[in-house]
């Protein structure tokens, strides 16, 4: 049997068709499509088995009620999910978000996006994403507690430690964490390895909190290493202000280059002389405990502060986009390579629009894709669940030089296979190919299920 090859538009129009009105879900699948279907198209096996297409079909689909009691005694109605996409090389793992508009439309793109990022790890672990339309922000600790715990009371039946273990994400840290693992304990009476991103106290890894943003700068040091540039002495930007922003802040300046300009949904601050150890350690401090704004920053240090305003349009030589996806459009491409970027790394989860993604990269600035960028992180999750399978934790430094050889060996995977005939590296079909084979070849094995 010869099934005909693939072609991008009949295979884009099919899964809008499947999934009307999610166009990051599209989004996401189209950059995958774009550099997969001619690999795809020179192995029959692939096409035979119609593997891209049942990769772009998840496995399952949760979706239910939150109830709970806010602190008036007002009865408050969200909705949970769980997008369970892929198991054929370990247990579903990926984060949880929490934010007021989420919809399964960004659910599936970022549970679409882990199965490639997960597969570049080098580790056995599936792929999933969930969360909640609940926004954390502004709700007392009591509040919170009562919405994981409902959250929890559903989610549980649908997860375990060999079957499905969610993290965190945007609007989730350690207190929703530690909330949502204490009332899994207590439905299931078992302490296993049901979460990853515990605090240390309870099972969780050293590093893990730091791994996405130490991860992005790794990535990022060996990608400019590969083209004979270093990252020591750059002047780097770094969008947004939550987990991943703040540790790839910390790493670019443990590796000696600064950070001029950091931001939230609210603005930015610029500091042309770069920031300091204590601007770095105010910032983390107010931003983890006292879930303070970058104004507040700005007001503090008495630095330039510009509310609404993107951190994008401030010169730099490397920029890191660590807040949210999309953030990042074709005009603010265009600045970045007007002020002479060489270098644009994705902390985030698809941050760079598509238009944008493609000008940056035609201008020849060295793009480093989310999948193999941001990996860290769902790597030191693996190794959290490693360390709790084996009842011991390993240390500080010893995590962090796993990290590193992770970082190392997903930027040569990306680097082979993105390797072009005129000697340059396309980063993002080396990612996005090295993460398909062996996903594919995983499911291949497993006849047609
Ligand atoms: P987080 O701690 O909630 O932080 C998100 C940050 O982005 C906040 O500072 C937020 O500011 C800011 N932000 C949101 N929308 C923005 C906008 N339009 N412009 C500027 N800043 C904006 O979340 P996170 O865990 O760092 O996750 C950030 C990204 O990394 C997401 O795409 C996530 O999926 C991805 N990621 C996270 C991990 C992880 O381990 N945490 C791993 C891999 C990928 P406000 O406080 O004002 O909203």
Redesign the pocket.
Known sequence: MFTKKLELDDFMNGLARRNPNEPEFHQAVREVAESVIPYINHHQKYIDARILERMTEPDRIIIFRVCWEDDDGHIRVNRGYRVQFNNAIGPYKG?L?FTSNLSLDTLKF?GFEQTF?NSLTTLPLGSAKGGADFNP?GKSDREVMRFCQSFMTELHKHIGAHTDVP???????AREISYMFGQYKRLQNEFRSVLT?KELAYGGSLI?KE??GYGTVFFTREMLKAHQKELEGKRCIV????????YTAQKVMQLGATVIAM????G?FLIPSGMTQEHLNHLIDL?EKQRG??SEFAEHFDCDYYPDK??WDFPCDIAFA????N?LELNDAKELVKNGCIALAE?????TTMEASHYLREAGILFAP?KAA?????AV?GLEMSQNSMRLSWPLEELEKRLEDIMFKIHQQSKRYGQQSDNTIDYIRGANIAGFTKVADAMLSYGFV
């Open positions: 984060g978000r970022l990022k922000k993290a965190g994400d945007i609007g989730v840290g991103g893990r791994a996405t969008s947004g202000s939550g987990n991943v922003a703040l931001s939230d949904s609210g930015s931003k704004r970058i993107k951190v660590c807040a949210t996806q953030e902390g985030a989860n698809m941050p989310a941001n990996a860290g992180g769902v999750s």
